[in-house]
C-alpha cells in the first residue's frame, strides 16, 4: 500500500497559514540554551567568583587610593571582556558541534530569525553581566571602606560605565562573529583566544618596529582601538578609530558569515 502523498497546493498553503514563531519565544529559547552546556555554565558561575577574587585583593593589598568605586569596577570587567566572548563562541558554534544546527533550522526555517535570536540574547546575557559586576563592585566598594576604615570613594563616570558595557559588547560581538564563521567549537575557541591574547602582543612588537603601525596601527587593529573605550577620556580621534576597526573586524566579516550561512547546506 503506497503512503497517501499532500497535494503541493496543500502543502503551500499550511505553509503560509502557520503562524511564524514570535521573535521573543526563540530570544527565550536562545537565552536558555546560554547555560544549556556545562563550559557555558561555569564560564557565567565564574563572573561573580572572579569578581569576588578581585575585590578581595584589592581590599587586602591594595593602597587606598585603590579602594574606589571605578577601580573596582574597571578591574573587574578585565575578566568579564573575556570570559562573556568565550560563551558567545560556544553558543553558536556549539549549534554544530553538537549537531543540533539540523533540528534548529528545521523548526525554524528562517536561519536569519535564528540569527537574531541568538544575538539578542547574547546582548541581553553581556548587558546582565555587565549590570551583575557594577553591582558587586558597588558592594565591594562599601566593605572594603569599611574593613581599612577610610571613606568610600564614588568616582565611576556614567560615561566611564556606559563605555564599559560597550567594550563588553563588543567583544561578545566578535565573539559571535568567530562562532558564526568557524562553526566549530575548538577552533573556533583557539582562533578568539589567539586574537585576544597573541595578536597584541603581535601588535605591540610592529608598533614599536615600524613607525607608520604605531602612528596608524589603532585604525586597523581592534584590541589596540577598543582600549580606548575603557579609558578615563576618549577623543573623537578615537572613537573614529574603534568605529573603523569594528567596521572592519566586525561588521562586514559578520555580515559574510551571515549570507553565507543563509546559502550554506546545514549537515
Sequence with gaps: MSAPVLDTAVVEQL???RPRIPLARLVDVEF???????SSRWLLASVPL????????????GRDDEVTFGMHTTTNMMPLELVLPLVAVLSVAGEWSQRSALTTFAL????????AAKAVALLVATLAATATVVALSAVGTVVAAQVRGIGTVWDLPVDLAL?????????VAFGFLV????????PAMVAYLGFMLVLPMVSSVIAGLWDWWAANGAWLDLSWSTS?????????????????SALLWIV????????????????
Design 15 to 17: 505553509a503560509t497559514t
Design 163 to 171: 563605555r564599559l558595557a560597550l567594550a563588553n559588547v563588543l567583544a
Design 50 to 61: 572572579l569578581t569576588l577574587v578581585v575585590v578581595t585583593g584589592v581590599t587586602l593589598w
Design 179 to 186: 562562532g558564526l564563521a568557524i562553526r566549530s567549537t575548538a
Design 252 to 267: 562586514v566579516p559578520l555580515a559574510l558569515a551571515v549570507r553565507r550561512l543563509l546559502r550554506t547546506e546545514i549537515r
Design 108 to 115: 525554524v526555517p528562517r536561519r536569519g530569525r535564528v540569527v
Design 228 to 244: 580606548f573605550v575603557t579609558a578615563p577620556e576618549m577623543t573623537g580621534e578615537q572613537w573614529a578609530q574603534v568605529g573603523t
Design 32 to 38: 536558555r540554551k546560554l547555560v544549556d552546556t556545562r
